[in-house]
């Protein structure tokens, strides 16, 4: 139950001024979930439009994980010279652009220019997810900010779920080929395959970009709440250093984790549609990917559980579970065949649900003002996404093994089991 102010009342968890602008800024948490997650869906398209190799379709996740990455520096500079406000405009600008870059890329069904326009969108979702926490927190009584913050949160989950369930009915067309069945068609008409198949992003990438360009103008025409940094932490900020970050192994340890679990899920959820029609031809695309796409509800879950679990269980010791589990599902989906290797797979989403933040908020216990650059190392951490599903994919076409591939996101658990195990303790 709350606690009540002087007065008596209730603080109020969001106030009628705000609401317009509290619904807008929890549009971004779903957008870049959405965009994120569509990519898996490309994953698997792109090998049949563009004729590419595992490999080659891994880079569709390093052009993604990259505009990240290189986004989060630009993007808190913008903030800090023209607002918040101004910086999410020029974010769904960016998300609005490289959508609409996928029409012309697949009339000409070059892939650099898809990367590019998912480079795009990714630099453009880094100045979103930058702006969107501290807006939240701020529209309102400041008790009430974590209450805020959860409920602009759990639309993360709808985004991530919707992505893949949305791609699976509108991306894939349907017409699958086998290889027999490519290796007999005339030239003419594998080229008109290919090209239909490119030309299906066309339309939900249209849709995306006019829904962005709608929010957008929605943003423009909204007043927002001005943001202002406390002073303790302005002054905390100043004594910072990113030198003095190395000194807490704690925390250097939780962002080489980070890069490795980010790279091992980007992975999973690459190539879990591949895998599912590897070891059962018989499942169509669609199917897959609806089976994927519950993956995220499962992971949704997870994490609501995994927070009432740890009021009992210390979360090193629960993280430490939770990996010795995925190494163990990663075994049998290595080791086994047809369904049980898929649903094993599957499976190591939900264990997947309380790695990210519970590695994160092990990783900054205790730095002190240092706090917001250590957030900020692991967050940069994401780098691992970029890395990790093309080496999945090279070590699959280079063996012909999907299956033997999934060691590559097997080290990334690893490392989160040294960390649950050891790596976590404050200096």
């Known amino acids: 139950m709350n606690k009540t102010i002087a007065d008596g009342k209730q603080p109020v968890l969001l106030e009628r001024k705000y609401l317009l602008p509290f619904l807008l800024v929890t549009t971004l948490f779903f957008s870049w979930a959405l965009a994120a997650q569509l990519n898996d869906i490309l994953v698997r398209q792109f090998q049949k439009a563009l004729e590419l190799s595992r490999g080659q379709a891994g880079l569709i996740q390093t052009a993604f994980y990259f505009g990240y990455f290189f986004g989060a520096i630009p993007a808190g500079l913008v903030m800090k010279r023209f607002g918040y406000k101004n910086g999410i405009l020029v974010g769904l600008a960016l998300y609005c652009g490289g959508a609409l870059m996928f029409y012309p890329a697949a009339e000409v069904r070059a892939f650099g220019l898809f990367l590019a326009a998912l480079y795009i969108i990714a630099f453009g979702l880094a100045f979103l997810e930058t702006a969107a926490n501290p807006y939240v927190s701020v529209m309102g009584d400041p008790r009430t900010g974590p209450s805020r913050l959860n409920i602009a949160q759990s639309f993360y989950g709808i985004g991530a779920f919707l992505g893949p369930f949305l791609g699976s009915i509108f991306i894939f067309s349907g017409i699958e080929y086998t290889p027999v069945e490519i290796a007999a068609l005339a030239q003419a008409e594998l080229d008109a395959w290919r090209a239909a198949e490119a030309k299906t992003v066309q339309q939900p990438y249209l849709w995306l970009a006019a829904c962005v360009a709608v929010v957008a103008a929605l943003v423009f025409c909204s007043k927002f709440p001005a943001l202002t940094e406390a002073v303790g932490d302005a002054a905390g900020a100043q004594q910072a250093r990113v030198r003095d970050l190395f000194r807490h192994r704690h925390l ?52 609501f559980s995994g927070g009432f679990i740890m009021q009992r269980v210390a979360p090193q010791r629960l993280l430490l579970s939770y990996a010795v589990i995925n190494i163990g599902l990663l075994g049998v989906a290595i080791t086994t065949s047809g369904w049980l290797a898929i649903w094993a797979l599957w499976l190591t989403t939900l264990f997947m649900s309380i790695m990210w933040p519970t590695v994160f908020a092990l990783g900054v216990r205790d730095l002190g003002h240092l706090t917001k650059l250590g957030s900020s190392l692991m967050i940069m951490a994401i780098a691992g996404g970029a890395v990790f599903p093309p080496l999945m994919g090279y070590v699959a076409d280079l063996s012909g093994d999907i299956q033997l591939s999934l060691l590559v996101p097997m080290t990334g658990f690893l490392m989160v089991c040294y960390y649950a195990a050891k790596g976590w303790r404050p200096c």
């Open 252 to 303: 250097v340890l939780a962002a080489v984790t980070q890069f490795f679990y980010v790279g091992a899920q980007v992975c999973i959820w690459s190539f879990f549609i591949d895998f599912t029609k590897d070891l059962s031809p018989e499942t169509t695309e669609k199917a897959a990917g609806k089976l994927l796409a519950y993956g995220f509800l499962a992971l949704m879950v997870g994490r």
